[in-house]
């Protein structure tokens, strides 16, 4: 139990394009997803607070307007990286926090990871 | 705000016992501790989780004394597949916040 998928799992575009990353939590609900950005050789870095029905929370220096978050159900969010650039170039993460998940235990279930490579 | 701090690097052999250490001064009262391993290329996985004391599960034992400003992610008995990063997590205003983890590497 308490899988979650991306889609897609690694993704080549050319600069300028925007592109998609798929989130979805397969066997629970979430009200509460995690996108996270990875450089190689380094932790994950918490982009944004993605809650079913409202709009995101961003963190400081991530911008909102380039990294389009959508959580439209209980079961997907979507990352959309509009004009992408080299530099977008990275390992996407997204987590899911299961409903009903106490903040103080926060258990978080996280998805594959999706390598965005920006030509 | 709750901080972890961890060694960057540790090494092991097969077969050996690794302890994972963790500090985080600042831990509030009702947060728990949280321990997640990560392979290249792959989202992070779940280990442990505790509050107090003493917890183990299939996978690894956790260690936590009474005043909860450390904690230690004992590994029995490692293999070469335990190889991954290994991260302590304390939950901080709602999300967590990944420190820079430990970088493990088991040696034949």
């Known amino acids: 139990g308490a899988v979650v998928s991306q889609h897609p799992s690694w993704v080549i575009c050319k600069s300028g394009t925007s592109v998609k990353i798929e989130c979805r939590s397969l066997?629970?609900?979430?009200?509460?997803m995690f996108w996270y950005r990875q450089f190689p050789k380094q932790s994950l870095m918490l982009m944004a607070t993605s809650n079913e029905g409202s709009k995101a929370t961003y963190e400081q220096g991530v911008e909102k307007d380039k990294f389009l978050i959508n959580h439209a159900s209980l079961t997907l969010s979507t990352l959309t990286v509009t004009s992408a650039h080299p530099e977008d170039s990275s390992f996407y993460i997204c987590?899911?926090?299961?409903?009903?998940?106490?903040?103080?235990?926060?258990?978080?279930?996280f998805g594959p990871g999706t390598r965005l490579t920006v030509l | 705000l709750a901080k972890t701090t961890q060694p960057i690097s540790m090494d092991s052999y097969e077969g050996q016992e690794v302890n994972i250490t963790c500090s985080h001064n600042n831990i509030a009262t009702n947060d728990y501790i949280t321990w997640y391993q990560q392979f290249p290329s792959q989202g992070p996985r779940f280990i442990i989780q505790?509050?107090?004391t003493k917890v183990t599960n299939e996978v690894a034992s956790l260690f936590i004394p009474a005043d909860r400003k450390s904690s230690t992610l004992s590994l029995p008995r490692v293999s070469l597949s335990d190889t991954a990063v290994y991260y302590c997590?304390?939950?901080?205003?709602?999300?967590?916040?990944f420190g820079t983890g430990t970088r493990l590497q088991v040696f034949p």
């Open positions: 997590l304390v939950l901080n205003t709602d999300k967590l916040i």
């Open positions: 066997d629970f609900q979430a009200t509460t």
């Open positions: 987590s899911a926090r299961p409903i009903g998940t106490t903040l103080s235990t926060d258990t978080q279930y």
């Open positions: 505790g509050y107090k």
